[in-house]
């Protein structure tokens, strides 16, 4: 049905464009890898039209209405090619390809002749196997942890950009690339660079047409938080996000289940863990599903809590590690914290005092030397009496004075 939807609108095109230009240009097609694939050719119809298709000027169909088929095509389009023969008289010379591949990929050639006219027809044929998935994860395959951005089975090869936000020098992630084909030709294609913390890595695939641009991210992170204390889980995609899912999911250790959901375009949400969490941002707006989980327990809520935002060829996932501490060990810590200033002011105290007391005692022990030397020194002058009557020293008078 879907190919038949297809080349009916082509023919609508082919037909609207004939008639506006009075010419027949050269029309596009897109073939879906392994899927029917419908090339459009019409014309006016007389009765007696000879219909022939082209690939690359090598003859692969020919029908003569009223005999059927006239020479037998390459063996290597037999049984995949066709007319659909009941419309042919209408006008209606589309040729219908089975399962289409790579080898189906070129140019054709519609041509058709009558007695009363030759009108001839080119279209350009691609094959595309289009991106279905996008995988980002971690490995360690390397020997190191590394972050894998990988897709499968896309024709032809499509281009994948891997890179972090903030931006690191290639350098330090040691990119690389694979592409790698199966025996039907489509790609596998994977690229790796090295992890770092706290950064947020984004990759892009894009198809080889440019029809398709899928856009994935990935974020690790850790939180600390206290008992009974509310706090916020961080989820925030690096683009605005339209009609998105949401999806939280907690594990802890090998068991995991979903915690909560949330679909942007009907607005409706669930919660297995009731008024335990709610969104921070209301409806998610701009593609921010951060968390907050209400009255914390420690056994029970700490843990690994990964929230992924999804939309159209579009996912944003974070993993945040949750630490959850006991309300008495954020007591210690604050009261360890508002008690060393007065411990440290009281053992500045002490040193001053112990040093002022020493600094006393070797005062007083050098002035008391001082003062002996003094009386040692005095000692040692000679003395000298002054007499009355003349006005000079005298050994008796200096005597009386000293005993005095």
């Given at each position: 049905?879907?190919?038949?939807?297809?080349?009916?609108?082509?023919?609508?095109?082919?037909?609207?464009?004939?008639?506006?230009?009075g010419k027949t240009p050269d029309v596009q097609v897109t073939c879906i890898f392994s899927e029917d694939c419908v090339l459009p050719c019409v014309f006016e119809a007389v009765g007696d039209e000879i219909v022939y298709w082209f690939r690359q000027?090598?003859?692969?169909?020919?029908?003569?209405?009223?005999?059927?088929?006239?020479d037998q095509p390459d063996q290597h389009y037999n049984g995949r090619m066709s007319l659909?023969?009941?419309?042919?008289?209408?006008?209606?010379?589309?040729l219908h390809i089975q399962k289409s591949g790579p080898q189906d990929r070129g140019k054709y050639?519609?041509?058709?002749?009558?007695?009363?006219?030759?009108?001839?027809?080119?279209?350009?044929?691609?094959?595309?196997?289009?991106?279905?998935?996008?995988?980002?994860?971690?490995?360690?395959?390397?020997?190191?942890?590394?972050?894998?951005?990988?897709?499968?089975?896309?024709?032809?090869?499509?281009?994948?950009?891997?890179?972090t936000e903030p931006a690191v020098l290639p350098d330090a992630l040691k990119t690389f690339t694979r592409k790698t084909s199966d025996k039907q030709g489509r790609y596998s294609v994977e690229s790796k660079i090295r992890k770092l913390e706290d950064l947020t890595y984004i990759c892009l695939v894009q198809s080889f047409y440019r029809s398709q641009t899928w856009k994935t991210s990935l974020q690790e992170k850790e939180i600390f938080s206290v008992e009974s204390q509310d706090f916020n889980i961080p989820c925030k995609a690096p683009w605005k996000l339209q009609n998105f899912t949401l999806t939280w999911s907690f594990t802890k250790g090998h068991k995991s289940s979903t915690i909560y959901t949330y679909d942007s375009l009907t607005q409706l949400s669930s919660s297995?863990?009731?008024?335990?969490?709610?969104?921070?941002?209301?409806?998610?707006?701009?593609?921010?599903?951060?968390?907050?989980?209400?009255?914390?327990?420690?056994?029970?809520?700490?843990?690994?809590?990964?929230?992924?935002l999804s939309a159209l060829q579009t996912k944003h996932e974070v993993r945040t590690r949750v630490n959850i501490i006991p309300m008495t060990a954020k007591r210690l810590s604050e009261s360890s914290t508002q008690w060393w200033i007065p411990a440290?002011?009281?053992?500045?105290?002490?040193?001053?005092?112990?040093?002022?007391?020493?600094?006393?005692?070797?005062?007083k022990v050098g002035c008391s030397k001082s003062n002996q030397t003094h009386v040692e020194a005095a000692e040692m002058q000679p003395i000298r009496v002054t007499?009355?009557?003349?006005?000079?020293?005298?050994e008796d008078t200096c005597l009386t004075e000293e005993i005095a």
């Open positions: 049905m879907a190919a038949a939807h297809s080349w009916t609108l082509n023919l609508i095109l082919v037909w609207i464009i004939a008639d506006t230009t000027n090598v003859l692969i169909h020919s029908h003569k209405q009223g005999s059927g088929l006239l659909f023969t009941e419309v042919i008289s209408s006008g209606n010379a589309s050639r519609c041509l058709v002749t009558s007695s009363r006219e030759t009108s001839e027809h080119f279209i350009i044929v691609k094959v595309e196997a289009p991106i279905c998935s996008v995988s980002l994860e971690t490995t360690r395959l390397s020997g190191f942890e590394e972050v894998k951005c990988s897709t499968r089975d896309v024709y032809p090869a499509p281009r994948v950009t891997l890179f297995v863990w009731k008024e335990k969490v709610r969104l921070v941002t209301p409806r998610g707006q701009g593609g921010d599903g951060s968390l907050q989980l209400r009255n914390p327990l420690r056994l029970e809520h700490t843990g690994t809590y990964t929230c992924i440290a002011v009281i053992t500045v105290l002490a040193i001053t005092t112990v040093a002022a007391i020493i600094g006393a005692i070797k005062c007499d009355a009557n003349s006005g000079a020293p005298s």
